[in-house]
């Protein structure tokens, strides 16, 4: 009787088992982003590029509730320059917060563009100059 039920079972197991590896394999070869998804590269740049112009913004000195009328106007502008839509910006940032790794990966590409971009920029001295 024991040996009936553990023949039954593996019968059973055995069909969802190939179902599984299938379908673990099948997830494990999503190297590229589908269409409609900004590569890795892209989204670093436009990224980037989004920093840069915020970091810009909060630089000026204009008050908040006005910069915050600017940004969609700057981060449009962004957008444009990149040759991608704000919809296919969202979209593909949704993309990639489903995919931690992949996120991870974006972004420590981004601290080292935004690391390297600083380090080529000379550095405001007069700020360390003392006065005699």
């Not at 998804?37 to 909060?58: A, C, F, G, K, P």
């Not at 000026?60 to 296919?88: C, F, H, N, Q, R």
Request: proline share 5%.
């Amino acid at each position: 009787m024991l040996v009936h039920q553990a023949n039954f079972c593996f019968k059973w197991m055995h069909p969802r088992l190939w179902l599984i590896v299938v379908v673990l394999v099948c997830s494990c070869t999503d190297d590229k982003p589908p269409k409609g998804i900004l590569t890795e590269s892209q989204m670093v740049d436009v990224l980037r590029h989004l920093y840069l112009s915020e970091e810009r913004l909060n630089k000026m000195t204009i008050p908040y509730d006005s910069m915050s009328k600017l940004l969609p106007y700057v981060k449009g502008k962004v957008y444009e320059e990149a040759g991608v839509s704000d919809s296919l910006f969202r979209v593909s940032m949704q993309y990639y917060m489903g995919r931690p790794n992949r996120l991870e990966y974006i972004y420590t590409a981004l601290v080292d563009s935004l690391s390297l971009e600083e380090q080529g920029r000379p550095h405001d001295t007069s700020k360390n100059v003392q006065s005699e």
